[in-house]
């Protein structure tokens, strides 16, 4: 297969319909669009979701619920996880790197479920209370990134 070879289906392109263009071509003098009215001017734009005076759905259907624009997310890890990953020292770069974390959105926090039985060097945003007491228990050690408030 070519690349300089490739073309649409037949069919799947259309002619632009010229309108306009006087009163032979079925399209002149109004251009397809009537006599009067809002749509018939130039420059009409319709307001989205504008439903010709009935009450739009988004105004007829119930509101819900609180979003916080503010929340934080916070990129999670468990102790156990880390248990399992090659190397003894951690921090959200290497965490990328081993694809444990897709991104890092807020800042990275370690959690306390799972089992640890090696020692590891973590560096985190926030860690758990039970994380850092099951890294500290197995010889580990717990550093905070940044002006992190736990």
Same mark, same amino acid.
């Given at each position: 297969? #070519?690349?300089?070879?490739?073309?649409? /289906?037949?069919?799947?392109?259309?002619?632009?319909?010229?309108? @306009?263009?006087?009163?032979?071509? *079925?399209?002149?003098?109004?251009? *397809?669009? *009537?006599?009067?009215?809002?749509?018939?001017?130039?420059?009409?734009?319709?307001?989205?979701?504008?439903?010709? @005076?009935?009450?739009?759905?988004?105004?007829?259907?119930?509101?819900?619920?609180?979003? #916080? $624009? &503010?929340?934080?997310?916070?990129?999670?890890? #468990? =102790? *156990?996880?880390?248990?399992?990953? /090659?190397?003894?020292?951690?921090?959200?770069?290497?965490?990328?790197?081993?694809? =444990? $974390?897709?991104?890092?959105?807020?800042?990275?926090?370690?959690?306390?479920?799972?089992?640890?039985?090696?020692?590891?060097?973590?560096?985190?945003? &926030?860690?758990?209370?039970?994380?850092?007491?099951? $890294?500290? %228990?197995? @010889? @580990?050690?717990?550093?905070?990134?940044?002006?992190?408030? %736990?």
């Amino acid at each position: 297969m #070519n690349l300089s070879g490739l073309k649409p /289906p037949q069919g799947q392109k259309k002619q632009a319909r010229r309108v @306009g263009r006087g009163m032979g071509s *079925g399209r002149g003098k109004t251009s *397809g669009r *009537g006599h009067k009215g809002a749509r018939s001017i130039s420059g009409y734009s319709l307001m989205r979701g504008f439903e010709g @005076g009935q009450m739009p759905l988004h105004r007829r259907l119930p509101k819900r619920g609180f979003t #916080n $624009i &503010f929340k934080k997310h916070y990129a999670v890890v #468990n =102790v *156990g996880r880390l248990e399992k990953l /090659p190397g003894d020292s951690f921090d959200p770069d290497r965490l990328l790197e081993l694809r =444990v $974390i897709r991104k890092l959105e807020d800042g990275l926090k370690i959690l306390g479920a799972g089992e640890l039985t090696r020692s590891l060097r973590v560096k985190a945003h &926030f860690i758990s209370e039970s994380a850092r007491k099951k $890294i500290e %228990a197995a @010889g @580990g050690s717990v550093e905070l990134i940044g002006a992190a408030k %736990a």
